[in-house]
């Protein structure tokens, strides 16, 4: 036998002894009792600590529910939850205090029920449940926008790297339901995330390196799937995939946390749908012009007002419904926080879209003064929306908004385009881009101010009543199929 066989025997036994040596602990040995009263982060700490101690191993949820207090996830543990284990967030708002200290963050680094910084190798699976009792009236502060005291996510992992997270369901957070900050090597697999019952319900927020969402169903309060950029390191290098998000404010947004920007990401084969609930926003009451009783603000927001980079961004064979606006492109500046320039949004690229509108505020595609979206193409779009539009919409003067948080409704209920409003662009390209109104609209499909350079292929939808397709103001290098248009 050779050396070099003899090594090779020796890694494998030692790698088995290894994987035998990996302890699970089943929390009800430990006395843990799952009779909802108990409090068990005691025992459930112990033998996370200890799993980890001895290099890894897993902690076991058998079936049960399970009263908890925030517990710290360790390197190299596996929080396992079988199938009909219940985790119960304690309702106390002081137990979450000394959750994780970010005393001097800003509101979005709150505590957590379960959390960690800096650690390798954690995982969060299994078929169980854990809920964060976020609908207690401790944790009722409105949205933090308005203040109050920081309300606790379900997930909140910071600074870890070799994260994996599948098949659990997650519900009734108190805040965000779960946030990933600056980790590394992601995987989110199979969740299952409903809640709505506070405000800012986000479902799954992102700002890592390196991840991979996949196979999720989201239906939230708020927005369902949303990339965040806090620091100066960009979020970047993620696919996301076979994923249904529902949601009452957007359902696939990039922002509004735009500090150092968003590069090599691409979104594909998902379906956007109303939200099961609809306890805060009642957009239908709130806005005009607005045709179906719950909507989703926007099915895919990219968004860029606070100095950042996006740059790279695909979204492919997405399916919507019951959306206000199919697409929402911005870039603002707002904020200046880690550049002295301003941000900088370029490289879209969105394709293979079915949606059906139920609003009049179009699609857009702005930047403001001296700052322009650049190199955006939208291919093979089938969009259908409500029609109605008035010559007195074509008119508007539609505000710049510099500042402004990013929204679809920024601009007013309506825009002067029945189909895409483009502002402050360069290059951006149209290519089988169809529209179909319920009725007449008499607004252009496309209105394009102060574009430099845009083509359209194969377009097509009911001519608006002035028979103008593309209606252009201070715009230049303008190409329809083939052919240069007049400014």
């Given at each position: 036998m050779n050396n070099k066989f003899k090594t090779l025997l020796l890694a494998v036994a030692l790698l088995f002894s290894a994987s035998l040596q990996a302890e699970t602990i089943d929390i009800t040995k430990r006395g843990a009792k799952g009779d909802g009263v108990t409090d068990n982060t005691v025992v459930i700490q112990k033998a996370v600590d200890e799993c980890s101690r001895k290099g890894g191993g897993t902690v076991l949820v058998p079936s049960g529910v399970y009263l908890i207090r925030p517990v710290e996830l360790k390197s190299n543990v596996n929080l396992h939850l079988d199938f009909g284990a219940l985790l119960l967030a304690s309702t106390r708002l002081s137990d979450y205090d000394n959750a994780f200290p970010f005393k001097d963050g800003s509101m979005n680094q709150s505590s957590a029920l379960?959390?960690?910084?800096?650690?390798?190798?954690?995982?969060?699976?299994?078929?169980?449940?854990?809920?964060?009792?976020?609908?207690?009236?401790?944790?009722?502060?409105?949205?933090?926008?308005?203040?109050?005291?920081?309300?606790?996510?379900?997930?909140?992992?910071?600074?870890?790297?070799?994260?994996?997270?599948?098949?659990?369901?997650?519900?009734?957070?108190?805040?965000?339901?779960?946030?990933?900050?600056?980790?590394?090597?992601?995987?989110?697999?199979?969740?299952?995330?409903f809640s709505h019952c506070n405000y800012n319900n986000d479902g799954l927020d992102i700002d890592a390196k390196n991840a991979v969402i996949s196979d999720c169903y989201i239906d939230v309060e708020d927005d369902a799937?949303?990339?965040?950029?806090?620091?100066?390191?960009?979020?970047?290098?993620?696919?996301?995939?076979?994923?249904?998000?529902?949601?009452?404010?957007?359902?696939?947004?990039?922002?509004?946390?735009?500090?150092?920007?968003?590069?090599?990401?691409?979104?594909?084969?998902?379906?956007?749908r109303r939200a099961a609930e609809d306890n805060i926003r009642h957009w239908s009451k709130q806005l005009e012009h607005i045709s179906a009783d719950v909507t989703v603000i926007s099915g895919v927001a990219i968004e860029m007002v606070d100095g950042g980079i996006i740059d790279g961004i695909t979204v492919s064979n997405i399916s919507m419904r019951d959306v206000q606006t199919p697409i929402f492109i911005r870039l603002g500046d707002r904020h200046r926080t880690f550049r002295k320039e301003g941000g900088v949004l370029k490289n879209i690229n969105i394709s293979n879209v079915v949606a059906t509108a139920e609003s009049l505020i179009a699609c857009s595609i702005t930047g403001v003064e001296g700052s322009y979206v650049e190199n955006v193409s939208i291919n093979n779009v089938q969009i259908s929306y409500?029609?109605?539009?008035?010559?007195?919409?074509?008119?508007?003067?539609?505000?710049?908004?510099?500042?402004?948080?990013?929204?679809?409704?920024?601009?007013?209920?309506?825009?002067p385009a029945a189909g895409f409003y483009v502002r402050h662009a360069r290059n951006v390209r149209f290519n089988n881009v169809r529209f179909e109104a319920a009725v007449s609209d008499e607004r252009p499909l496309f209105f394009l101010d102060d574009v430099m350079g845009a083509e359209f292929n194969l377009c097509k939808g009911a001519a608006p009543a002035d028979a103008r397709f593309i209606r252009t103001v201070r715009s230049s290098d303008i190409v329809s199929d083939g052919k240069c248009l007049n400014k």
């Open positions: 379960l959390y960690a910084r800096g650690q390798k190798n954690i995982s969060l699976t299994g078929f169980g449940t854990i809920d964060g009792q976020g609908g207690s009236k401790t944790f009722q502060f409105g949205n933090d926008a308005d203040g109050g005291p920081k309300r606790p996510k379900i997930i909140y992992l910071v600074e870890c790297k070799g994260i994996v997270v599948a098949d659990l369901t997650l519900r009734n957070s108190a805040y965000w339901v779960q946030h990933y900050e600056k980790c590394e090597d992601v995987t989110i697999r199979g969740l299952k995330v799937i949303c990339f965040k950029s806090d620091h100066p390191e960009l979020c970047e290098n993620i696919t996301v995939t076979n994923c249904v998000t529902a949601s009452n404010c957007n359902a696939i947004k990039f922002g509004t946390a735009s500090h150092g920007g968003y590069r090599n990401i691409a979104v594909s084969n998902c379906v956007v409500p029609g109605g539009g008035t010559p007195e919409m074509v008119a508007k003067q539609v505000p710049e908004m510099t500042k402004s948080y990013p929204e679809n409704r920024m601009f007013g209920n309506t825009l």
